[in-house]
């Protein structure tokens, strides 16, 4: 795999990672809660969607971790890297975000 297609791959991944929290309500995409009383079903927390999407980007950054050790050597990173990379992650998330709590619903 060359350098290029690494990329943009690590970007697709990173923005389907992303939002995947926000677009569902099973954890980690496998899991579901169970249901309420009533039979609707139970959504995620604010706080579980976002304790998911820290997990994703670990993921994200091992598999970018990866690309980069299969393409040549592997550089060390401060913490303004992360710091970053995470804010990044975090705006590739915004769709995902406007769809579940910014939308109207009929």
């Known amino acids: ?3 290029t ?3 943009w791959l690590l970007i697709l991944l990173a923005f389907i990672a992303a ?7 099973r954890v980690f995409a496998l899991w579901q809660p169970k249901r309420l009383p009533t039979g609707s ?7 579980l969607r976002v304790l998911e999407l820290l997990v994703l980007y670990c993921l994200v950054g091992t598999v970018g971790i990866a690309f980069e050790r299969l393409i040549g050597n ?5 913490w303004e890297f992360y710091a970053i990379t995470f804010s990044l992650f975090v705006v590739m ?5 406007v769809f579940r709590y910014l939308l109207r619903r009929a």
């Open 41 to 47: 079903p139970m959504t995620k927390a604010f706080w």
């Open 93 to 97: 998330a915004f769709p995902g975000f």
């Open 19 to 25: 939002n995947l929290p926000f677009l569902n309500n």
């Open 74 to 78: 592997v550089f060390t990173q401060r």
């Open 1 to 3: 795999m060359n350098q």
């Open 5 to 7: 297609a690494a990329v």
